[in-house]
């Protein structure tokens, strides 16, 4: 019986279920409930819920037109949305939505989770909602699907119509920043502006915006600072006009500087390509832009502009520099000048007077001058007049006629317009030849000695092929030249200097060296006039079939008559002298001692080669020389230095032989000069005897003047030193007294000094006591005038503070209310005096009254 009786305290309902209508009633306290027996209690006792101040809660199914214990209908779908009030039941069938659980209990519910905060909107924020069904938004339609926001500051309560996406912060825009917007659909902004799906459009305003509901924030751009010296080159992306009004076609390119604005938000549609620096163009400086821009902002493709120093300027979109550097203008000194082409026709300003240039003339100009060379002009070469000493010079060819000619010094030459420096070729020997003065050979030969004298030490670093070719000829050579343009040769004497035209070149001898003599073991470019010897070894045979060899060497010279062409080329006919002339000699040598047996060519072996070698005149006798008619070479004398058998045992036996013939030689000059040894020891002995004698009596005289000497020296020594001694001893006392003098004139000025420092002392310690006295005295006496003044000051104020009428009544009091009105002023009735007119203060009071009350 219990069991069906349910209390229900106050804000607390149940559910009954009637299970013959089916129908579940709602029950709300204060209230006792008795459950019938087809009635059974559903869900409950469960208390209202209560929504506090700014919450909310959402009701799924709502109930509508709820009558008791009738039935009713549910909003199946629907939600709705409570607010701060009265605590409500939940009808039957309605659903708190966001609560944890919904028991039979007060303990099984949890409301908690399920009351929500209103939404609070700060300032400069939006919440952003979401339409869950087509309604009407106070005068909005608003269809399914569609978005919009409200901004703050503000509280939102919320509807079952919409939904809540979220909280929209602000985006903050700094100075020299834009935000980048992108519109998700079409829709017309809040400031009126209709806007296409993917438009982009930047916000420049500064401070916080709400992008709309269907802008995207893409980006935070921030602002380029252009100054004097940075520019932004710009393309456009799409036909547009730019954030300073001008119209842009897509594809454009422009510069953007300080003069247009001071910084730069990029545009939408519009691409940053570079940041340009400034280009100057300082002072003697030019450069040449290419491809430059009219005033309407046109490349001029393929034009040319020259811009001198001093300028600057930003290179606009297409323009370029030439050579991509700024260039030196050229400065030209006395020696220099410049070879200028003309690439145009034009007239030419330079010199004092106009001259028309057309396209492919070349000509100099001259400095001392500054140039910069104008467009239709290019500078093909910068050429310094070239120092020539004297024997020097250098190959010029001319590029019109092709013709090259030398130019030697002593000048400073400067080529021409059409003028260049030509380079002579020599073949590699004639260069190895020229780097070791004329000659070179494989072996040790002696002639390579004589051609050091005419190393040129600049050679050796390797030759100017610009410059002339020079050959310090030796002394007594001679050196032949070929022109191969003339096609004639000239022959130089030496000493002399020989200088090379442009069509010229050596003629390279090439002899035989060594001994035996090899052919081409010696490369030569002059040849030795003499008077020279050669020197060969041959191989003989003697008429007996003794081989011998034999090494001799002849005296040779040229025999030529300078100054004829003729005599002069025919030195130069053979062109291996050497060779040609030792194959000569040996040949004569070897017919003639092929015909005479080895005894009597060991015998008369100088006389046989003599003969050989000269022949014999028609007189029957011995020629002196030998003359080659072909190249004019004269033999004056051969001289045999060594014969030698070729066959070892021929060489053993003779070599025995001559031993043998030297060692009888040697022993009876042995025998000679041991006999001439005897006798010059005898008189070598009888010398030394004398000698000795004479020493012996100059050694006595000397030993007595000694003696002599010693006596003297030693009565000197005694006398000296006594005397020393007594000077010494003066000497001493006199040090002694002046140092005594010194220290008594150091001890008088010690206590001079000590007496004037205790002086100084003493006036500083009395000095300081008379300004601590007089400082003490000042402070006494400041102490005391103030002291007074301030007493001076108290009896003012005393005075002034009782007044006028409180003095009289004090005054007609009587002298016993002065005396009280002393005590009160805080003076005793005593006499105060000066020291000479006392003064009653009875009186005074009296005074104060009496003036007062006047």
């Known amino acids: 019986m219990g069991s069906n009786i349910i209390g229900l305290p106050p804000h607390h309902f149940v559910h009954i279920i009637d299970f013959n209508t089916n129908v579940t009633k709602l029950e709300v306290g204060p209230n006792t409930v008795v459950l019938q027996s087809n009635e059974k209690l559903q869900a409950g006792p469960l208390p209202c819920i209560v929504v506090p101040p700014a919450h909310y809660c959402i009701i799924k199914d709502p109930m509508s037109n709820y009558v008791h214990g009738k039935k009713c209908e549910l909003r199946l779908g629907y939600f709705d949305v409570r607010f701060h009030g009265e605590p409500f039941p939940l009808y039957p069938g309605e659903v708190l939505q966001g609560a944890r659980s919904f028991g039979t209990s007060a303990s099984d519910t949890n409301y908690s989770q399920a009351i929500k905060p209103l939404p609070v909107v ?18 909005v339609e608003r269809k399914a699907g569609d978005m919009w926001q409200l901004e703050g500051p503000l509280t939102y309560k919320p509807t079952p119509n919409a939904d809540i996406v979220g909280m929209i912060k602000p985006l903050v825009i700094g100075h020299n920043q834009a935000l980048l917007l992108r519109a998700q659909q079409g829709f017309t902004d809040k400031d009126g502006i209709e806007h296409v799906t993917g438009e982009e459009w930047l916000v420049r305003r500064p401070g916080a915006y709400l992008p709309d509901v269907y802008a995207e924030d893409v980006e935070l751009r921030n602002a380029i600072v252009l100054t004097e010296n940075v520019a932004l080159h710009l393309q456009a992306d799409q036909t547009l006009v730019d954030s300073i009004g001008t119209k842009r076609l897509a594809g454009e390119e422009w510069l953007i500087t300080l003069k247009d604005t001071e ?54 979109p297409g323009e370029r520099l030439e050579d991509g550097v700024i260039k030196q203008s050229y400065i030209m000194g006395e020696d220099e000048s410049l070879v200028l082409k003309a690439l145009d026709k034009f007239e030419d300003t330079v010199a004092e007077t106009k001259v028309k240039r057309k396209p492919g003339d070349r000509w100099m100009i001259n400095g001392p001058m500054e140039y910069i060379p104008p467009i239709d002009v290019e500078v093909m070469d910068r050429r310094k007049a070239i120092p020539l000493n004297k024997n020097e010079g250098v190959y010029v060819r001319n590029e019109e006629t092709g013709e090259v000619r030398s130019v030697m010094g002593p000048c400073a030459y400067m080529l021409k317009a059409y003028e260049v420096l030509w ?20 072996e040790d030969i002696r002639k390579i000695a004589y051609f050091e004298q005419s190393i040129d030490p600049s050679m050796l670093k390797g030759r100017d092929k610009t410059r002339v070719v020079t050959y310090r000829c030796p002394g007594n050579t001679a050196v032949q030249i070929y022109n ?49 010897f050669i020197t060969d070894i041959l191989e003989v045979e003697t008429s007996d079939h003794a081989r011998l060899s034999v090494k001799i060497a002849f005296n ?40 005479i047996p080895f005894d009597q060519f060991h015998r008369h072996s100088a006389q046989i080669i003599k ?17 080659f008619p072909s190249n004019s070479m004269v033999v004056t004398n051969v001289d045999i230095q060594s014969i030698e058998p070729v066959d070892v045992k021929m060489k053993d036996s003779l070599s025995k032989s001559v031993q043998m013939a030297i060692e009888i030689a040697t022993k009876s000059i042995e025998r000679s000069a041991a006999h001439e040894a005897m006798r010059s020891e005898q008189i070598a002995k009888g ?32 006398t000296g030193q006594a005397k020393a001694e007594a000077q010494a001893q003066a000497e001493k006392t006199l040090i002694e007294a002046q140092s005594e003098i010194e220290v008594a004139q150091l001890k008088a000025l010690a206590e001079q000094i000590e007496h004037n420092a205790q002086l100084h002392t003493q006036g500083i310690l009395r000095s300081s006591e008379l300004s601590f006295q007089k400082s003490q005295n000042e402070l006494e006496t400041s102490k005391a005038r103030e002291l007074t003044n301030v007493e001076i000051s108290k009896f003012s104020s005393i005075v002034s503070t009782l007044g006028a009428d409180t003095l009289a009544a004090i005054a007609n009091s009587g002298p016993e209310t002065q005396a009280k009105l002393l005590q009160g002023l805080g003076l005793e009735s005593v006499l105060i005096t000066d020291g000479n007119s006392p003064i009653n203060l009875f009186n005074t009071a009296e005074g104060l009254i009496g003036a007062t009350k006047g």
């Open 484 to 532: 191969y343009k003339k096609k004639t040769a000239r022959v130089i004497f030496g000493p002399d200097l020989v200088v090379l035209g442009p069509h010229e070149n050596f003629n390279v001898l090439s002899l035989s060296a060594g001994k035996p003599k090899k052919p081409h073991a010696l490369q030569s470019l002059c040849l030795m006039l003499g008077p020279d």
């Open 122 to 139: 700060k300032a400069n924020h939006a919440i952003r909602l979401k339409a869950l069904q087509d309604f009407d938004d106070g005068g």
């Open 263 to 316: 910084s730069y938000i990029q545009d939408v549609g519009v691409t940053v390509k570079a940041s340009i620096s400034k280009t100057v163009v300082s002072r003697g400086q030019y450069c040449v832009v290419l491809d430059p821009q009219d005033k309407h902002g046109r490349n001029q493709m393929g034009k040319r502009e020259l811009r001198k120093g001093v300028c600057s300027f930003f290179l606009k």
């Open 611 to 627: 003969t050989a070698v000269f022949g014999y005149n028609k007189e029957g006798n011995v020629n002196e020389v030998l003359v």
């Open 423 to 442: 380079n002579k070729e020599l073949t590699d020997s004639v260069e190895l030849l020229l780097k070791h003065g004329g000659g070179y050979g494989k």
């Open 687 to 718: 010398q030394l005897e004398r000698q000795k004698l004479q020493t012996e009596r100059e050694a006595e005289i000397e030993r007595a003047k000694l003696y002599e000497l010693r006596n003297i020296a030693a009565a000197v020594e005694s």
């Open 556 to 595: 040779n010279y040229f025999q030529v008559e300078r100054g004829n062409p003729k005599s002069e080329a025919s030195i130069f006919n053979v062109p291996d002298f050497i060779g040609y002339a030792c194959s000569q000699i040996g040949s004569r040598i070897r017919a003639q001692v092929a015909q």
